[in-house]
């Protein structure tokens, strides 16, 4: 502001005078008088006010003395300029107020400025204490104040008054103080400590102005017009305007004009809060003027709050900055006492809309003294100039401090509290230590919490990496805004070095972490080398690894795959398991394994296959056991062996060899040797060798009672096989046909079918069969209607019927002769040399078996009377047998009717027989004869591809349908070695034949594991077939095993001979 003279000159006596307790003294007296004064104060602003000083006109102070006054005392100290208000009146426009007005301020500046006559002339700067705090710059973090509580911590340094006058309780909403909400992070960036708090108080709507008196000057920081007061001396109160050149001799105004302008009349302020990130923080606030076009918007990103009640302050505040300069006023006088900040009243103004009450924005003063000395005193020129704004508007200090930016990204140290590795909150922030900040005290209160930039950020989903305590990392600004840090990335010192050795491990990158409190090889990673020859992906977790695939996972190995547990190795599938090995495979297991399988299990090994067992071994097979050798077969315990070869030879070796049976032991073979000379040619022992006997067709066959073994173990059922047995490979042909005869018909090549139940031992042994039908997976299902009985015996079939599902209890007596088998008889039959007649029926099962004995019966010279109906099943199942049976290589051929003996193999059937529920078991006794013999027949029947006619008898129901067998069982070069009990029983028997069937050189092998049964039951034949022109082949296949012994009959059964 500009001063103009107003030419008014006061006549009475003025004082004006200096006091400092700095001031330099010349012969006792201050050294320094008044000259002149110039300066102005603003509202909000520091004033400045210059001096000047001159020493006394008195000879007795030399010139040179008072010209070498020390200045640097005067430096800093506080100086006050006094100015007498006393004169005539209490108005201004009456004369001159009581009291005076003060003008205090720190001496900034002094200087020697010239001599003039007598006097030297110096000049003093006075600048508030608050300009000392431009003086001073600073980095400094404030955390958790409010803005006031932020300026008293400024301001704190400096030891000078202060009076806040601010309406805090006019700026609340819902009772609480928008102003008062404390700052989370406010930084004082680089700047002074008055720029700082200068910004602050601008952008909250504080502003201050100084007030003068006791030799002192005061900081008033206010926020409303009721702070401000008016001059302590009345005759300031109103002040009169009048125009220029009226008056000479009082104080007035004489130039007042207002001024109105265009102004904005809304403002729109809007920000962002993570913690919210879509709440609404837009506020405005309108206040327009009563103008034309006063709807001007304002709008203004980011405002620099996180609620909208701080929000509405600010937008408030914008608006009375903006509004207030809409309505100012100049004025010009000789006005001595009205100081910058208060209030007056004018009056006098030929505008009405002028005589109001002001507020003094700006006040300028001018006083020179004009008089030399005399002694009526001192004269002095005083001119003001004055800029007010009507109390009506709220002033407002316009935002005219800049906010220092940041230039680029900065590094900061993450800290946090003591033994803490990661500190961190819901939001994944950390606190730094930034390089500038000196105050910091390396914990967790040296910052606020600073948000983290991630690679990915997404709704539960992203990367995520926490800074841990001690790294450097890059912080970056918002907006350069220094109250807003961000994260960017971390960097390397010496402190946290890389984890891999640089520049020797340049070619490696990845990711590793550290366990906490861990060490440098304590870490969860994924490492990649991009070395030329030596690539790797490589990947450590410190303790556990989860992995889950929600679908389908694959892995593609290129050369070698390893895994090392080294503890448990569990695996899990839900459905299929394969494994294909291209080599070799190990598999070594240190201590026990155990293996499950639910369904079928199979094992295929193209070469050689071994199995070392260091202690015992067991095997249960809970159904069929079929064992195939394709070469040789040696099983040897100690001394004992058995050697079996794909020829057909058996040879049993051992000191002693028992043969226990404990209901019969047949032997079966032509010629039979005994005791014949040693393979070197000598003679066997006890008295040489035994020429081959040769044994009558009628005597091939022997039987030899054994004593009833003890009471059976309860029943197992066999386990189906899935493959049916393939057809005897070479089947040995009979020597000469037999003529065609009344005799018994020879034995069936084929065993009688399995029941689904085991039945009682018979009480004549059919003939064992040459062909073991296959065991069957499931048992066939129950017929719903029995087919109509035959007045005729069903011949066997190559297939054999369905098993009974109930079969009838054995009986202990008896029952009388009728259509049903007559009962067995407690004694043997003598030996005869005619079989006896045929019968209808066959005998009923005896209720317990024979007792064993050491020594077999004689075998008697006729057969015993065949049977025309087998006998009824039996409601146990037979014991397992001791070794398996060899199965065929070849399955049996269907038939409707029996094939005569020939000395040929019967044809292979196109189909495999059908599987039955059970085995088979053998009959102990030769099939009883038909009631009427069968025409002999040179050439066996070819197999017939129609079903047999129904028999006699009808078929038990079955509970379910056997499958039949997908692969039949290898064939067997030699008959096994006999079984060490009688097998059970055929449910039903063949036809008979003319002769009886020649025995066989070599007794038919015991069977572990009962024939697989056939799918379907074949219908028996309405009538029996012709008889043979050849006799019938010896069995080359083992009965069929029996998984439980017979139950006891109460006799014996009678003998063949």
């Not at 008293?152 to 601010?166: C, G």
């Amino acid at each position: 502001m500009s001063m103009n003279s107003l030419e008014g000159r006061l006549h009475q006596e003025r004082t004006v005078t200096i006091s400092s307790d700095a001031m330099p003294r010349l012969l006792g007296q201050p050294a320094l008088r008044f000259l002149s004064l110039r300066g102005e104060e603003h509202l909000g602003k520091l004033y400045t006010y210059e001096v000047l000083l001159r020493t006394p006109d008195d000879f007795h102070v030399p010139l040179s003395s008072s010209a070498n006054l020390d200045l640097k005392a005067m430096i800093g100290t506080e100086m006050t300029v006094s100015i007498q208000l006393d004169g005539i009146g209490t108005g201004a426009e009456r004369g001159v107020g009581a009291g005076g007005r003060e003008i205090s301020g720190l001496v900034v500046k002094a200087g020697f400025l010239r001599t003039e006559g007598r006097y030297n002339v110096y000049r003093i700067v006075l600048r508030p204490w608050l300009w000392l705090a431009t003086l001073t710059n600073d980095y400094k973090i404030f955390q958790d104040k409010t803005v006031v509580e932020i300026i008293d911590t400024v301001l704190s340094d400096y030891p000078y008054p202060v009076d806040k006058r601010l309406d805090i309780d006019k700026y609340t909403v819902q009772g609480e103080s928008e102003r008062n909400e404390p700052r989370a992070f406010q930084v004082q960036y680089g700047e002074t400590d008055f720029d700082f708090i200068q910004r602050l108080m601008e952008e909250w709507g504080i502003y201050w102005f100084f007030e003068h008196s006791d030799s002192k000057h005061r900081l008033v920081l206010c926020d409303h017009i009721g702070a401000h007061r008016r001059s302590s001396s009345a005759a300031y109160h109103e002040i009169a305007h009048h125009p220029e050149g009226g008056k000479t001799d009082i104080e007035y105004l004489n130039y007042f004009s207002t001024d109105e302008s265009l102004r904005p009349g809304r403002v729109v302020i809007d920000d962002f809060d993570f913690t919210r990130p879509r709440a609404q923080l837009v506020t405005s606030n309108h206040q327009p003027r009563e103008t034309n076009w006063g709807e001007g918007e304002l709008f203004e990103w980011p405002g620099d709050y996180t609620d909208s009640k701080h929000g509405d302050l600010i937008s408030r505040v914008r608006m009375e900055e903006r509004r207030a300069p809409g309505t100012r006023a100049f004025g010009k006088g000789n006005v001595r006492g009205v100081a910058c900040g208060q209030t007056f009243t004018l009056t006098k103004h030929k505008h009405d809309d002028a005589n109001r009450e002001y507020i003094v924005i700006e006040a300028a003063l001018m006083m020179t003294e004009i008089a030399d000395e005399t002694g009526s005193g001192y004269h002095y020129e005083c001119n003001n100039e004055l800029i007010v704004q009507p109390t009506s508007e709220v002033f407002r200090m316009p935002r005219e401090t800049p906010k220092p930016t940041t230039s680029g990204p900065q590094s900061a140290i993450v800290v946090g509290p003591p033994g803490h590795e990661v500190w961190t909150d819901e939001f994944g922030r950390v606190k730094v230590r930034f390089m500038w900040d000196r105050y910091a005290r390396n914990d967790a209160t040296d910052s606020c919490w600073v948000r983290v930039s991630q690679a990915w950020a997404g709704v539960n989903f992203g990367g995520i990496y926490i800074p841990r305590i001690g790294q450097e990392v890059i912080v970056g600004f918002m907006n350069g805004d220094p109250d807003r840090p961000l994260i960017l990335g971390s960097l390397y010192n010496t402190v946290t070095p890389p984890p891999w050795d640089l520049p020797g491990d340049a070619t490696k990158s990845g990711f590793k972490s550290k366990s906490i409190k861990g060490g440098r090889e304590n870490y969860n990673g994924i490492r990649f080398e991009d070395k030329p020859g030596v690539e790797e992906f490589h990947m450590q977790a410190e303790r556990d690894m989860n992995r889950l695939t929600k679908s389908s996972e694959s892995h593609t190995v290129g050369v070698n795959f390893s895994i090392g547990v080294g503890l448990a190795h569990n695996r899990a599938v839900g459905g299929m398991f394969s494994s294909i090995v291209g080599g070799a495979a190990s598999y070594a297991v240190g201590g026990a394994e155990s293996t499950i399988v639910g369904g079928a299990s199979a094992l295929n090994v193209g070469g050689a296959y071994a199995i070392a067992v260091g202690g015992p071994m067991s095997t249960s097979v809970g159904g069929a056991y079929a064992l195939t050798v394709g070469g040789a077969l040696s099983i040897v315990c100690g001394a004992a062996a058995i050697n079996m070869t794909a020829d057909g030879t058996i040879k049993l070796v051992g000191t002693k060899i028992k043969v226990v049976g404990s209901d019969e032991v047949v032997i079966q073979g032509s010629p039979l040797q005994l005791n014949p000379g040693r393979e070197d040619g000598a003679g066997g022992g006890g008295g040489g060798a035994i020429p081959p006997i040769p044994v009558p067709l009628f005597f091939r066959s022997i039987t030899v009672p054994i004593l009833p073994p003890l009471p059976p173990p309860p029943a197992l059922p066999p386990a189906p096989s899935s493959e049916p047995p393939p057809p005897s490979s070479e089947p040995p042909p009979s020597s000469e046909p037999p003529p065609p005869s009344s005799e018994p018909p020879p034995p069936s090549s084929e065993p009688p079918p399995p029941s689904s139940e085991p039945p009682p031992p018979s009480s004549e042994p059919p003939p064992p069969s040459s062909e073991p039908p296959p065991p069957s997976s499931e048992p066939p299902p129950p017929s719903s209607e029995p087919p109509p009985p035959s007045s005729e015996p069903p011949p066997p079939s190559s297939e054999p019927p369905p098993p009974s599902s109930e079969p009838p209890p054995p009986s202990s007596e008896p029952p009388p002769p009728s259509s049903e088998p007559p009962p067995p008889s407690s004694e043997p039959p003598p030996p005869s040399s005619e079989p006896p007649p045929p019968s209808s029926e066959p005998p009923p099962p005896s209720s317990e078996p024979p007792p064993p004995s050491s020594e077999p019966p004689p075998p008697s010279s006729e057969p015993p009377p065949p049977s025309s109906e087998p006998p009824p099943p039996s409601s146990e199942p037979p014991p397992p047998s001791s070794e398996p049976p060899p199965p065929s290589s070849e399955p049996p051929p269907p038939s409707s009717e029996p094939p005569p003996p020939s000395s040929e193999p019967p044809p292979p059937s196109s189909e495999p027989p059908p599987p039955s529920s059970e085995p088979p078991p053998p009959s102990s006794e030769p099939p009883p004869p038909s009631s009427e013999p069968p025409p002999p027949s040179s050439e066996p029947p070819p197999p017939s591809s129609e079903p047999p006619p129904p028999s006699s008898e009808p078929p038990p129901p079955s509970s379910e349908p056997p499958p039949p067998s997908s692969e039949p069982p290898p064939p067997s070069s030699e008959p096994p070695p006999p079984s060490s009990e009688p097998p059970p029983p055929s449910s039903e028997p063949p036809p008979p034949s003319s002769e009886p069937p020649p025995p066989s050189s070599e007794p038919p092998p015991p069977s572990s594991e009962p024939p697989p049964p056939s799918s379907e039951p074949p219908p028996p034949s309405s009538e029996p077939p012709p008889p043979s022109s050849e006799p019938p082949p010896p069995s080359s296949e083992p009965p069929p095993p029996s998984s439980e012994p017979p139950p006891p009959s109460e006799e014996p059964p009678p003998s063949e001979f």
